[in-house]
Protein backbone atom coordinates (compact mmCIF):
# COMPACT_ATOMS: atom_id res chain seq x y z
CA UNK A 1 0.00 0.00 0.00
CA UNK A 2 1.27 3.56 -0.28
CA UNK A 3 -0.71 6.47 1.28
CA UNK A 4 -0.89 9.94 -0.76
CA UNK A 5 -1.30 12.94 0.70
CA UNK A 6 -1.86 16.52 -1.60
CA UNK A 7 -0.80 19.72 0.00
CA UNK A 8 -0.93 23.04 -1.69
CA UNK A 9 -3.96 24.32 -3.50
CA UNK A 10 -6.11 27.61 -2.95
CA UNK A 11 -6.92 30.28 -4.56
CA UNK A 12 -4.91 32.75 -6.98
CA UNK A 13 -5.41 35.37 -9.87
CA UNK A 14 -5.12 34.57 -13.32
CA UNK A 15 -1.05 34.90 -13.67
CA UNK A 16 -0.36 33.32 -10.47
CA UNK A 17 1.49 30.11 -9.01
CA UNK A 18 1.39 27.60 -7.12
CA UNK A 19 3.09 24.75 -6.04
CA UNK A 20 1.68 21.46 -5.28
CA UNK A 21 3.17 18.56 -3.02
CA UNK A 22 2.19 14.83 -2.52
CA UNK A 23 3.69 13.31 0.37
CA UNK A 24 3.58 9.40 0.35
CA UNK A 25 3.98 6.94 2.66
CA UNK A 26 4.53 2.87 2.84
CA UNK A 27 6.05 0.94 0.05
CA UNK A 28 9.33 1.87 -1.42
CA UNK A 29 8.79 5.16 -3.25
CA UNK A 30 11.66 5.22 -5.44
CA UNK A 31 9.62 2.38 -7.08
CA UNK A 32 6.59 4.59 -8.47
CA UNK A 33 6.77 6.76 -11.24
CA UNK A 34 4.11 9.52 -10.16
CA UNK A 35 1.36 11.59 -11.85
CA UNK A 36 -0.64 14.64 -11.35
CA UNK A 37 -3.99 14.37 -12.48
CA UNK A 38 -6.85 17.08 -12.34
CA UNK A 39 -10.57 16.90 -12.18
CA UNK A 40 -12.82 20.17 -12.85
CA UNK A 41 -16.84 20.24 -12.01
CA UNK A 42 -18.59 18.24 -14.51
CA UNK A 43 -15.39 16.95 -16.42
CA UNK A 44 -13.77 13.54 -16.13
CA UNK A 45 -10.59 12.78 -14.70
CA UNK A 46 -7.37 14.49 -17.08
CA UNK A 47 -4.06 13.66 -16.55
CA UNK A 48 -1.24 16.77 -15.60
CA UNK A 49 2.07 15.62 -15.61
CA UNK A 50 4.11 11.98 -14.73
CA UNK A 51 7.27 11.68 -13.89
CA UNK A 52 9.39 8.21 -13.88
CA UNK A 53 10.84 7.27 -10.60
CA UNK A 54 14.28 8.33 -11.41
CA UNK A 55 13.07 11.92 -12.32
CA UNK A 56 14.78 11.51 -15.41
CA UNK A 57 11.79 10.93 -17.32
CA UNK A 58 8.57 13.69 -17.62
CA UNK A 59 5.80 14.13 -19.86
CA UNK A 60 3.02 16.76 -19.80
CA UNK A 61 -0.29 17.65 -21.04
CA UNK A 62 -0.33 19.73 -24.11
CA UNK A 63 -2.62 22.37 -21.88
CA UNK A 64 0.38 22.90 -19.52
CA UNK A 65 3.30 22.15 -21.22
CA UNK A 66 5.93 25.39 -20.64
CA UNK A 67 4.10 26.21 -17.53
CA UNK A 68 3.99 23.34 -15.33
CA UNK A 69 6.76 21.72 -14.16
CA UNK A 70 6.44 17.99 -12.17
CA UNK A 71 10.01 17.54 -10.03
CA UNK A 72 10.34 15.00 -7.18
CA UNK A 73 12.53 14.30 -3.83
CA UNK A 74 12.90 10.28 -3.61
CA UNK A 75 14.79 11.53 -0.25
CA UNK A 76 11.54 12.99 0.66
CA UNK A 77 8.75 11.06 -0.34
CA UNK A 78 7.35 13.84 -2.09
CA UNK A 79 6.54 14.75 -5.70
CA UNK A 80 5.77 18.44 -6.73
CA UNK A 81 3.69 20.02 -9.65
CA UNK A 82 5.23 23.76 -9.92
CA UNK A 83 2.56 25.47 -11.79
CA UNK A 84 3.21 29.04 -13.49
CA UNK A 85 1.02 30.95 -15.57
CA UNK A 86 -2.67 29.92 -13.96
CA UNK A 87 -5.46 30.65 -15.66
CA UNK A 88 -9.16 30.25 -14.51
CA UNK A 89 -9.23 26.68 -16.66
CA UNK A 90 -6.97 25.15 -14.71
CA UNK A 91 -9.16 25.02 -11.57
CA UNK A 92 -9.94 21.55 -10.33
CA UNK A 93 -8.90 19.60 -8.26
CA UNK A 94 -5.57 18.00 -8.56
CA UNK A 95 -5.32 14.65 -7.88
CA UNK A 96 -1.51 12.62 -7.08
CA UNK A 97 -1.08 9.02 -8.35
CA UNK A 98 1.56 6.19 -8.02
CA UNK A 99 1.90 3.91 -10.76
CA UNK A 100 4.38 0.80 -9.52
CA UNK A 101 7.29 0.93 -12.19
CA UNK A 102 10.32 -0.22 -10.66
CA UNK A 103 11.75 -0.39 -14.60
CA UNK A 104 11.92 3.36 -14.21
CA UNK A 105 10.09 3.01 -17.63
CA UNK A 106 8.46 6.21 -19.39
CA UNK A 107 5.66 7.50 -17.42
CA UNK A 108 1.96 7.07 -18.40
CA UNK A 109 -0.93 9.39 -19.22
CA UNK A 110 -3.30 6.60 -18.57
CA UNK A 111 -5.28 6.97 -15.55
CA UNK A 112 -6.02 3.35 -15.13
CA UNK A 113 -2.05 2.65 -14.99
CA UNK A 114 -1.72 4.19 -11.70
CA UNK A 115 -2.81 2.08 -8.78
CA UNK A 116 -3.10 4.29 -5.69
CA UNK A 117 -4.33 7.71 -5.36
CA UNK A 118 -4.68 10.87 -3.01
CA UNK A 119 -7.54 12.34 -1.77
CA UNK A 120 -7.23 15.28 -3.92
CA UNK A 121 -6.59 19.56 -3.65
CA UNK A 122 -8.78 22.25 -4.87
CA UNK A 123 -6.73 24.97 -6.86
CA UNK A 124 -9.10 28.09 -8.16
CA UNK A 125 -7.64 30.61 -10.20
CA UNK A 126 -9.69 33.67 -10.47
CA UNK A 127 -10.16 35.69 -14.09
Known amino acids: QVQLVESGGGLVQAGGSLRLSCAASGRTFSSYAMGWFRQAPGKEREFVAAISWSGGSTYYADSVKGRFTISRDNAKNTVYLQMNSLKPEDTAVYYC????????????????????WGQGTQVTVSS
Open 97 to 116: AADYAPDDRAPSEGIYEYDY
